[in-house]
């Protein structure tokens, strides 16, 4: 009797005792673990450590529960759902776009960005206008691709439309395969391509097909709703304070622009110009404590790096700079490659010290590199301006909003000090942004030789 006791005893503790729900399991255990995709969009290693916008959101919802974040990866949304299936990772946050297919695996979060969906093509080859031309061969999708079950309701609107899957390569892989000409044509997501193009220009947009998509994180399929409310909530509040505009801004807002044959100009100078002035940014970017990337794609922006450069108002050399600059950080050859150089450093590193620290990164380099094209003066113009518009005079996706209203008469003359071409260094800033991804991708996709930069013969000590 007094072992059946026992026995009814325990079995009635564990019954009704409460279970471990699992953002408590994610609390006790100090980890939440997260699956994503290697890729532009996703996650990958960049100059200074993880980044991408699918990281940079999950840091911020671990950093909200206090825990430590653990990132694994695989090659397809499948695979990062299966792996949700298996109990692997608490989420997905992989740039997943919301289908009901999909719907029956896994359970989607709040939507945080919306997509559209392109046809790419190869420039030169002949470009179909409209999902009606695809009856030509030549369409191909990865295994793996969401874009299947679009293209099989085209078929029923369209028929004769023409398109494989091809077995061999995954969604990603798609569009350097048809950069290779080995496809023809593939399907791409906004976002996706708006990356991508900045590496290969000789990819193009056919036509747009008339979809959107929303993207979202997923949760496992089960009654625990304690994890997916806490996403909500942390979802709500970065919409409420801005904060998720900011990080969307931070990736892809300098890519909203694409200049063919600049990029084309950027890929050939790379070769034909950089590797006589790699030693010079790589030692300057040490003595200062600067990224030389972000130093070299300054250069790029100023002088396209050929050292003899003059504008009409009379800067020069490498990193443009003017008399007056010049004198200031001890310059007296401007068209020295060197000294014009490690000028521009000192010069930028002075006016980045300038920045409030308060300003986090990026931000507080871009604040510096518009203050480097138009004047610390007028930045602080335009930082004026946010704050009386009740902005925050603290971020660049808002202040980049008020730099071109000091070419305007009515919000200049509020200024201390006046007229200024604003809407240049808002295209400055997102320039060197796109120069500085693509010597980012260079050094580090193709195995290229910025990736341990050497002592040119031409080079002399510093």
Known sequence: MKLLFILFTGLFVT?????????????????LRVVTRNNPTSYYIGANGPTGLEYDLARGFADSLGVQLEISTTQTPLQAMEKLRRGEAHLAAAGLAITPERKRRVRFGPIYQQVGTQLIYRRGDWRPRSPADLRRKGLEVGA???????????????????????????SDEMLNLVRLQIARYTVAHTNEFALVRQIYPELGVAFDFKQEQSL?????LNSDDSLYIAAIHYFNRLRSNGKLAQLVERHYGHVSRFDYVATRKLLQHLDERLPRLLSHFYEAGKQRDLDWKLLAAMGYQESHWDPLAKSPTGVRGIMMLTRDTAA???VQDR??????????ARYFSG??????????EPDRTWFALAAYNVGFGHLEDARILAEKDGANADRWIDLKRYLPLLSQKKWYRKTRYGYARGYEPVRYVENIRRYYDLLTWHEQQLDSPL???RQHPDATPG
């Open 328 to 330: 200031q950080v001890e």
């Open 335 to 344: 068209l020295d490659p060197r000294q014009s150089i490690f000028g521009g």
């Open 216 to 220: 979202a994180w997923a949760f496992p």
């Open 144 to 170: 793996d691709s969401l874009h299947i079950g679009m293209l099989k309701g085209l078929e029923v609107r369209h028929p004769g439309i023409q398109w494989m899957r091809n077995a061999a390569a995954y």
């Open 451 to 453: 990736a341990a930069p």
């Open 351 to 360: 006016i980045r010290n300038k920045i409030p620290e308060r300003i986090p």
């Open 15 to 31: 019954f009704c005792s409460p279970r471990e729900d699992v953002l408590d399991g994610v609390r006790k255990a100090g980890v």
